[in-house]
């Protein structure tokens, strides 16, 4: 039987309706565009952050910017992202067969959760995923900017950076295969403290200098896996965007950190 995820937070992390939905999308898309750096090549893995469009949704549009190139050649993301309501030990699937979003279905990618299967950190769990909005939100810019591809969906608990690793080395893949990590940055600092403590946090993820903890990043977990992943495969980190709640629509008393990364392959490097 088909067990299709239902949309959590649309309607309050972003539009429930999917004309306006897609037209916030397209919206923030296009300002993206017309002021962000597009990386010589193409990404390997984007960081991206998951708060409401509003407040978010400008910074996350740079990432996603940045894969008009891929378009029709990305068949799988991989995307993981932190847990914030389910404890989870290790990295959970969702045992669906699919995630909605207003804008429609995404089948996810059966083949890849069979890679995973002798995997002891990989577990099930619909709970991690019922109410957890750090992927959901990411779904209907994927489904903007990419044509048909499957979706490897998975919640990142208590898990060390070697497991989370491991999992992206299984998944890996070529150019077909698009990683996607959700975080946020700092919370609810005074504005100024908050820019200080995310700038070195940028620093640390450009240099490949992990670890990141849950203070810097709420998505610490998954981006400590990736740094080790990055470092194996030689990848370039590229800073696209960084600033904060009181940026965009929040006060500046106490504030979340934003930033978009972009990472790309090293042609000449030699694995």
């Given amino acids: 039987m088909d067990q299709v995820r239902q949309p959590a937070v649309a309607g309050s992390f972003y539009p429930a309706n999917a004309t306006i939905l897609s037209g916030e999308v397209s919206r923030l898309l296009d300002a993206a565009r017309s002021r962000a750096e597009i990386v010589t090549d193409s990404p390997k893995v984007l960081i991206v ?117 491991e999992v992206l080395e299984t998944l890996w893949g070529g150019p077909e295969t698009l990683i996607v990590i959700s975080s946020d940055l700092s919370h609810f600092l005074p504005y100024r403290d908050a820019q200080a403590i995310d700038q070195e946090t940028a620093r640390r993820i450009i240099s490949l200098s992990g670890p990141i903890t849950h203070d810097q990043a709420c998505g610490g977990t998954p981006i400590n896996g990736l740094l080790l992943a990055a470092k194996k495969h030689h990848l370039r980190p590229h800073l696209l965007g960084l600033c904060n709640s009181g940026d965009t629509a929040g006060d500046r008393g106490r504030v979340v950190g934003y930033a978009a990364f972009a990472f790309t392959e090293d042609p000449h490097a030699v694995h």
């Fill in 49 to 165: 952050p998951h708060a409401g469009y509003i407040y978010s949704g400008s910074t996350a549009a740079l990432a996603y910017a940045q894969l008009s190139a891929v378009r029709d050649s990305v068949r799988r993301v991989v995307l993981l992202g932190p847990v914030h309501r389910v404890p989870v030990r290790g990295l959970a699937l969702a045992g669906a067969t699919a995630f909605a979003t207003p804008l429609g279905e995404i089948e996810l990618d059966a083949d890849a959760t069979r890679l995973l299967a002798d995997l002891p950190q990989v577990v099930v769990s619909a709970a991690a995923h019922a109410r957890e909005h750090s992927m959901e939100v990411q779904l209907p810019f994927l489904q903007t900017v990419l044509g048909k591809f499957k979706l490897v969906p998975l919640a990142v608990g208590d898990a060390t950076p070697a497991e989370v690793a």
